[in-house]
C-alpha cells in the first residue's frame, strides 16, 4: 500500500541558508501535519492543513511557512536556518472527517535536517 | 486540550505482558484515544484506536474504563522488537494532534 512520501531523506545546510521540505500524503488523505523532533525529544507538532487550508498552528517560528497546494502534496520552508533547527521533520497523514483530527496519523520516514 | 501523562520508561523481560497506563483526566466527550509505537530515526507507527471499553486488534489491546480518564495498552509476550517509544495521544474534533512525553520500553533478553 502506498504510504506518505517525504523527501529528501537526509539534507545538509548551513547557518542562515532556506530549506525546502516535501510530503506526499497517502492518496485520498486530506490532512496534512508537520511535526519537529529534535534528538532524545518528542515529536513537536508545527502545523497542519486540512483540505489545502490550514487548519492549526503548533510551535512553528516564524521564520518557517508550509503549504498544501492543489494536489494534496505539502512543502514545509525554512529560512535563516539556525543550528537549532537540526532535528528529524516528520510529515503525517490522514483522512480527516470535515476537518475532525481523530482519525488515525500515517507518518512519513522524515527528513534528517542538519545545520552546520 | 487533554494532557497525556505516562510512565518515562518501563523495562520488561521477553515473552511478558506489557501494561502501559496513560492519564488523560481532561478528556473530552468527543476525544479519542490513540497510541502510537516509535523506533529511532522512524516516523511514529499507529498501534490502536479506541473510544470507550476494550478495543483489540492483531498487536495490542486497549482498555478504556468508563470515565475514560485513563488509558492501557496491553502488548501481549513482548520481544526485543518491541523495544520502542510508546505514545498515547488524546484528540478528537477540530483539536490539533499533539504528542505527550512518551513511555520508552526497553525489553530485556
Known amino acids: ?116 | 486540550l487533554a494532557k497525556t501523562t505516562q510512565p518515562i520508561s518501563m523495562d520488561s523481560y521477553e515473552g511478558q505482558e506489557v501494561n502501559i497506563t496513560c492519564s488523560h483526566n481532561n478528556i473530552a466527550t468527543n476525544d479519542y484515544i490513540t497510541w502510537y509505537q516509535q523506533f529511532p530515526s522512524q516516523g511514529p507507527r499507529f498501534i490502536i484506536q479506541g473510544y470507550k471499553t476494550k478495543v483489540t486488534n492483531e498487536v495490542a489491546s486497549l482498555f478504556i474504563p468508563a470515565d475514560r480518564k485513563s488509558s492501557t495498552l496491553s502488548l501481549p509476550r513482548v520481544s526485543l522488537s518491541d523495544t520502542a517509544v510508546y505514545y498515547c495521544l488524546v484528540a478528537g474534533g477540530y483539536q490539533k494532534v499533539t504528542f505527550g512525553t512518551g513511555t520508552k520500553l526497553q525489553v530485556i533478553p
Open chain 1, 1 to 116: 500500500a502506498a504510504g506518505v512520501i517525504q523527501s529528501p531523506r537526509h539534507l545538509i545546510k548551513e547557518k542562515r541558508e532556506t530549506a525546502t521540505l516535501k510530503c506526499y500524503p497517502i492518496p485520498r488523505h486530506d490532512t496534512v501535519y508537520w511535526y519537529q523532533q529534535g534528538p532524545g525529544q518528542d515529536p513537536q507538532f508545527l502545523i497542519s492543513f486540512y483540505e489545502k487550508m490550514q487548519s492549526d498552528k503548533g510551535s512553528i517560528p516564524d521564520r518557517f511557512s508550509a503549504q498544501q497546494f492543489s494536489d494534496y502534496h505539502s512543502e514545509l520552508n525554512m529560512s535563516s536556518l539556525e543550528l537549532g533547527d537540526s532535528a528529524l521533520y516528520f510529515c503525517a497523514s490522514s483522512l480527516g472527517v470535515g476537518g475532525r483530527h481523530h482519525e488515525k496519523l500515517f507518518f512519513g520516514s522524515g527528513t534528517q535536517l542538519s545545520v552546520l
